[in-house]
């Protein structure tokens, strides 16, 4: 099936340092959210973001929803440990049953 | 509150073999979704269930795959006849009148 585009595959950052990705899609999505997996966890939603050109913070996480609403970008800011995990993009296109489109994610790793 | 509920955990099964794998959701939550996560991928969509409406089977990759939802909320995935390819982590989320998904951890699934 369809998957978007979501770069970096994986990160290695320094404790404290800003990460960034982004995932963008061939096509356009109503809504574009992000998703955060830890290691035998589901996938937990972190940002959603409903309308064109729309910038969302929760915490030290800021996400944007591209002007085209064929893009977004996450950012992470002054990282820490507990930041590790797997990052997914995930857009959908609407319709009454909300099915997602996932990115392959971006790995994150922080050296403490 | 109690979240989306998988079992088992991991199932380790035979090429050939049948296997069902369950998921219950949120209380009160009318919608269901099951997707698959293969090693090093994002998520891709299977099977959405929507109260009494017909499911949306669109995703399935083959007629060995088939799901149930009984009562409006407990849902079992069946998979017959195994292959080595339908090794990975099957995720059921779960969904109210609102937009956001909630994942379950999922059933690890190896196929040798």
């Known amino acids: 099936g369809q998957q978007l585009n979501q770069s970096p595959q994986s990160m290695f950052i320094q404790e404290g340092e800003d990460v960034s990705m982004n995932c963008t899609s061939s096509s356009i999505f109503n809504t574009w959210l992000w998703y955060?997996?830890?290691?035998?966890?589901g996938p937990v939603l972190l940002i959603a973001l409903y309308k064109a050109g729309e910038l969302t913070s929760n915490g030290r996480l800021t996400a944007q929803f591209g002007i085209t609403r064929k893009d977004s970008f996450l950012n992470i800011s002054a990282s820490i440990p507990s930041d590790v995990?797997?990052?997914f993009c995930a857009g959908q296109r609407g319709g009454s049953n909300y099915k997602l489109t996932f990115g392959k994610?971006?790995?994150l790793t922080?050296?403490? | 509150g109690a979240g989306v509920s998988q079992s088992p955990s991991n199932k380790v099964t035979e090429k050939g073999k049948d296997v069902e794998l369950r998921c219950d959701p949120i209380s009160g939550h009318t919608a269901l979704?099951?997707?698959r996560q293969s090693l090093g991928q994002g998520l891709e969509f299977l099977i959405y269930f929507q109260g009494n409406s017909a499911p949306d089977k669109s995703g399935l990759p083959s007629d060995r795959f088939s799901a149930e939802r009984t009562?409006?909320?407990v849902s079992t995935l069946t998979i017959q006849r195994t292959q080595q390819e339908d090794s990975a982590v099957y995720l059921c989320a779960s969904?109210?009148?609102g937009d956001t998904q909630y994942f379950g951890p999922g059933t690890r699934l190896t196929v040798l």
């Open chain 1, 36 to 41: 955060k997996q830890e290691p035998g966890e």
């Open chain 1, 85 to 87: 995990g797997i990052y």
């Open chain 1, 105 to 107: 994610g971006t790995l």
């Open chain 1, 110 to 112: 922080v050296n403490p």
């Open chain 2, 33 to 35: 979704y099951w997707y």
């Open chain 2, 71 to 73: 009562g409006g909320s």
């Open chain 2, 95 to 97: 969904r109210d009148r």
